[in-house]
């Protein structure tokens, strides 16, 4: 995987994501400061593996350090933050165990869904399809513009518009959380390259789903999911840095 693949995630200022805060009382500011470090550790601007400098963050935000401290602690809670004792507090590296975990839970809820899709009444899939293929057409376009954040959103899509189509909602909530605990190893492989790849996917998916093909729709599923994974670990030996077992 190329260098540029990283050039929007790892910027030379980890902080610059992070906006002066005004006017909020301490519990309110405190949330605050979690939500903005949250969403800098997700988006990769404060990378895996990153010693936290909070004095930085101080300055940067225009608060003073116990707002900070109590939202690390937040982090650290979520599984986004570790503290090492006698060295601070680092951003956590991916998991690669957790990471396993999560892509098995969603390849069985996920497998199942688009069987059960392929197997479903053509009247009643027609509308899931024409969804689909909607979804698809868009993924194409965005693929040929290198539209990184474009194609997250149409791959979070795709994968909704299938669990919206078996009327389960708990399958979708579960499969939901292990999307969210995925979403910064899926943002270091925002690649032309996967995103090509995984438009492939997709559409084999359709395919299999459009030809009724059971068997076929939940092989192409279970193989989407297994490139996830082998993509990973192509880039934790490129990145060891950035993964721990």
């Known amino acids: 995987m190329s260098d540029s693949t990283h050039d929007t995630h790892l910027a030379a200022d980890p902080y610059r994501a992070l906006a002066t805060l005004h006017g909020a009382g301490r ?3 405190t949330d605050a400061v979690a939500q903005a470090l949250r969403a800098a550790i997700v988006s990769l ?19 003073s350090r116990f707002p900070v401290s109590a939202a690390l602690a937040k982090l650290a809670a979520a599984g986004l933050v570790e503290v090492l004792p006698q060295r ?5 590296p991916i998991v690669m165990h957790d990471i396993r975990q999560h ?6 809820l996920e497998v199942e869904t688009v069987r ?7 009247d009643s899939s027609d509308d899931t399809l024409d969804t689909l293929e909607a979804n698809l057409a868009r993924q194409r376009e965005v693929v040929a513009a ?10 979070l899509g795709f994968h909704e518009i299938l669990l919206d189509a078996i009327g389960l909602p708990r399958v979708k909530e579960i499969v939901a959380v292990s999307r969210s605990a995925l979403d910064r190893a899926r943002r270091l492989m925002a690649s032309p390259e996967r995103h090509a790849n995984t438009l492939l996917e997709h559409e084999r998916i ?3 789903i459009r030809a009724g093909d059971a068997d076929a729709a939940a092989q192409a599923m279970h193989r989407h999911l297994d490139e996830v994974v082998a993509e990973l670990r192509r880039f934790a030996g490129e990145r ?6």
């Open 27 to 29: 519990g309110s500011l």
């Open 45 to 63: 601007a404060m990378e895996p593996g990153m010693m936290i400098d909070k004095l930085a963050i101080c300055e940067r935000m225009g608060v």
């Open 88 to 92: 601070g507090t680092r951003v956590m």
């Open 103 to 108: 892509l098995f839970i969603r390849s069985a």
């Open 116 to 122: 059960m899709l392929a197997s479903a009444d053509r």
């Open 146 to 155: 290198g539209l990184r954040p474009e194609f997250h959103t149409l791959d």
């Open 206 to 208: 359709v395919d299999a």
């Open 240 to 245: 060891p840095d950035l993964f721990k077992e």
